[in-house]
């Protein structure tokens, strides 16, 4: 077994407390060092700020748009549904099997490689491949 102490004792590492008088090596200015724009009251400077120089932000150029409201969807085809047991195929049943990550919550299903089963399937966009595929064996697709 591993002890801790090789990777040092950060669960009990103190809290630094500051300006609790010399004593504590914290003492006087905080650890701020002497005056200074950073040893005031709010001193320091904004986020992105490079002392004057032009920023990075303002350096690289920008280009198109980028629609915050953009739906994304998860691509999923026939080779990652082939070793799910289960005959109907959810978004629910896609992330117990590991296909679909939490996080993810719309996914189109493309018709790239072979099912050899019939399936029922419930998903935000299908291909028509896909769902002629799905069709022949017999299966349903319902879109959500």
């Known amino acids: 077994m591993i002890s801790l102490s090789e990777f ?16 504590s090596g914290h003492g006087q200015t905080s650890g701020k060092g002497n005056k200074g724009q950073n040893a005031r009251a709010g001193g320091g400077v904004r986020p992105g700020f490079e002392g004057g120089q032009m920023p990075y932000s303002r350096r690289v150029p920008k280009r198109g748009f980028n629609n915050p409201l953009k739906e994304k969807y998860a691509v999923i085809n026939f080779s990652a549904i082939e070793n799910i047991k289960s005959v109907d195929i959810t978004i629910d049943s896609l992330k117990e099997n590991g296909i679909l990550k939490k996080n993810e919550n719309k996914f189109k299903m493309l018709g790239s490689g072979e ?13 028509k491949s896909a769902k002629e595929k799905i069709e022949t064996l017999g299966g349903s697709v319902r879109i959500i």
């Open 8 to 23: 040092g004792r950060h669960n009990n590492k103190k809290v630094k407390r500051l300006g609790r008088g010399a004593g």
């Open 115 to 127: 099912i050899s089963r019939k399936i029922n399937i419930v998903c935000n966009k299908i291909s």
